[in-house]
């Protein structure tokens, strides 16, 4: 008997699809984890410039009635994403508190909108902020949930009081991100350029 008849005997040679499937087996969790993690910061990207678009309506308070349909779109699809069941009236609340969380922010977002009432000034300043604050809350608000998503949490288990301080720094760095968004575009020669 020759050295290669034992080798084969004592270990029979697997198929090219036998030697594949194991490392698609593991690959394939952490694919889908980063795809869904992909996905999901889509969808808050995209529902930052709905906000944003909110925002810009010219109505006072309509403005913010259309931007919570959008952080509950947002809410939603997110939910759908990660496989948790949503509830309208509980996501309602647990945004609301979220954003009250936020304090002198949110009472000057009301009151940015509610300054679209004083014609010519207060219709350009309402304009020029609450875009903004808008799209920052959004945004903050989809990474707070992406998180607690991404740990296996529920809206049911969701607790706001402990999401205070991530949600006040993802608001500031979605204040930052969103600056920046708005400077790319209404800048476009400097677009251009870079």
Not at 85 to 111: H, I, N, P, Q, Y
């Amino acid at each position: 008997m020759s050295v290669e008849t034992i080798q084969f005997e004592a270990a029979p040679q697997a198929s090219a699809a036998e030697v594949k499937a194991p490392a698609q087996e593991v690959a394939g969790p952490v694919v889908d984890a980063r795809e869904r993690l992909r996905q999901a910061e889509t969808i808050v990207y995209r529902n930052t410039f709905w906000a944003m678009g909110a925002g810009a309506i010219g109505v006072p308070l309509i403005d913010l009635v259309a931007a919570s349909a959008v952080h509950l779109k947002q809410l939603k699809q997110l939910a759908d994403l990660y496989g948790v069941d949503f509830k309208e009236g509980l996501a309602r609340k647990l945004v609301a508190a979220m954003l009250m969380s936020l304090g002198g922010v949110g009472v000057g977002t009301l009151a940015t909108s509610l300054l679209k009432l004083i014609p010519g000034i207060g219709t350009g300043l309402g304009m020029l902020s609450l875009p903004m604050a808008l799209a920052s809350s959004t945004n903050a608000i989809g990474q707070v949930f992406i998180m607690h998503f991404e740990a296996g949490g529920t809206l049911l288990d969701f607790n706001p009081t402990r999401m205070q301080d991530y949600f006040k720094s993802e608001f500031e760095k979605a204040q930052r991100h969103v600056a920046e968004l708005k400077r790319k575009a209404t800048s476009p020669a400097e677009n251009k350029a870079s």
